[in-house]
């Protein structure tokens, strides 16, 4: 199942010209993509490491690596990033920091970095809509770019810390 999701997921939002790596990197925005297909519904955060974790380097220290693994660790629950409207069961959850603590010669401390977390689930009921719970967990990212195709069409928009939630009729 977690091929078809992928699958799924890459196909979908390709088609409509989405692509993560070719966002703008601004700090205190990220990026939200949502495929659904049926019962199957994918999730994709893209947010700033300096946002994620108040840093973007390497991890140098114990500090920076408790940072990654706290953050790893509070992504598993997709209750930190995401409340979703709608009877959905978690399947599967990835995110980027499992390779944060390697030591890389070749990387620049001015790049710009990204921590990702995927959510995949299974939805029993009609998705109407979701509230980002991420704002809580990093308290300097202010928006998120929001694009998804859906059961029930396409669309994007902008969530905020004050305005969080995303609708739509499935």
């Not at 979703?84 to 959850?93: A, D, H, N, P, R």
């Not at 990212?141 to 694009?147: F, H, I, P, T």
């Amino acid at each position: 199942m977690k091929t078809f999701t992928k699958g799924l997921s890459v196909a979908l939002l390709l088609s409509m010209g989405f692509s993560a790596h070719a966002q703008k990197h601004v700090h205190g925005e990220g990026e939200l993509l949502i495929a659904q297909e049926g019962s199957v519904l994918q999730m994709q955060f893209i947010i700033p490491a300096a946002d994620a974790l108040g840093f973007e380097h390497q991890a140098a220290n114990s500090a920076d690596k408790n940072a990654i693994d706290v953050l790893a660790q509070q992504l598993k629950n997709s209750s930190h990033a995401i409340d979703i409207k709608g009877q959905c069961i978690l399947q599967s959850t990835e995110n980027s920091l499992a390779h944060s603590h390697s030591d890389h010669d070749d990387h620049d401390d001015h790049d710009h970095h990204n921590v990702e977390a995927t959510y995949n689930f299974n939805c029993k009921t009609p998705v109407l809509g979701f509230s980002v719970t991420l704002f809580k967990l990093m308290p300097s990212l202010n928006a998120l770019n929001v694009q998804w195709i859906s059961n029930a069409g396409q669309g994007s928009t902008e969530v905020t810390r004050n305005n969080p939630v995303i609708s739509w009729q499935s």
